[in-house]
């Protein structure tokens, strides 16, 4: 493949990419996690901690976390409720990052979650949550998950289909449910993050939905539920989401998805959790408890990935690629989706040589991002991705055999190992030769 071609996306989740960033910054920009700074020495800190010892202690590629992040926006989503109501529920959408550490923080937190698979559901549980605060999601729940999730009394099922009304009325008449409406809306995002337009693989159709309501007598319907999709910017849909549930029926539960989207390159900047909030409760009406589930704007800007740069390759006229050691195994969200990424050197933030970031794997696609201006990159340089927090971990594989990257989280200059790096005898652990 020819080099423009190796960088070129098929679509593009997150606006046109930059060609350069603003030269030498005294402090990180706002994609960084909150309390990020630029030590004495001039080293990126995360949560109070070096990142090149970070690198250092724990090796490269890693992810890390500043914990306070997490808090701070579950923080922002309760306190933009509470000042307006005191009907709602807030879900962490854990497919964003399904880990036992960020579960813990945010059952700890008092927000409620959303699962979406038997696994997911496993892992909200080990985290904290309680049983009948988790809402069970999934377009094709397997009979065997949803006796799980009953078994474990999980406090609601959201409904996908008519197949699922069916099993799901065999397996556990009586059980709380809200049923899954594809309302028809289009938000302006990647057609693979969107899930709201009519021709969706999710959820029951308007016209459709009278019919569902009516199946649900052995069960107890408590609400709708809809999803438009993911990095929504404009908050406008959501206010006609909430107008379009609320006009099919009164129920006791709104569930308006989650979606708000995030800054993943400084030129960006999304509404406040505060702006969104209001949105969404604007089309609410009186007296009916509104759900969100946010995934994203909770933990996406909170994790960053640390990478070491091993080669640098100028073709001269073309493009200079800066090889690192991870790529689309620890990250794939820029070749599923085209999502732009800015990256820095930890010690040498901003710069002025255009670079592909390149990754390690064995396809020409495998570029992490296809121009950032660096401070003349060179082997050995620790090299930075912010807002990797959210759906990078949880979308990882072993491609190439890569052993998948740790994860440590920060907070107050401590850092604590909440996931160890895979080793080559763990790729092997499931093999039964
Ligand atoms: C049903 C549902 N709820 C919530 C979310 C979370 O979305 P986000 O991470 O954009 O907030 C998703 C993400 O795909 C989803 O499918």
Redesign the pocket.
Known sequence: MAPAEAVAHAGEEDGPALATQAPPPSHPSHVYPLGSRLNEAGHLEIGGCDVLELAREFGTPAYVYAEDHIRARAAAYREAFAARTDRFEI?Y?S??FPHVAANRILSAEGLSC?V?SGGELYMALRGGFAPERIYL?GNNKSEAELRYAVDQGVGHI?VDSFDELDRLERIAPGQAILL?VTPGIEPATHAY?S?GQEDSK?GIGLDELPRAIERCQGLELRGL?A?L????FDLEPFGKLAEVLTAMGDFPLLNL?????IAYTSDQQPPSIDEYVEVLLEGAPEGVTVLC??????V?NAGVTLYTVGTVKEIPGVRTYVAVDGGMSDNPRPMLYGAHYEADIADRMGGERVCAVAGKHCESGDVLIGGVALDDPCPGDVLVTPVTG??AHTMASNYNALPRPPIVFCRDGDARLVTRRETYEDLALRDLV
């Open positions: 879900l959408a497919k964003a959303d979406a999601h959201v899954r993050i899930t999710f539920h999803h999709g993911s990095q929504i998805g989650g979606g708000l989207g589930e946010p995934g994203r704007s909770l996406g959210a759906y």
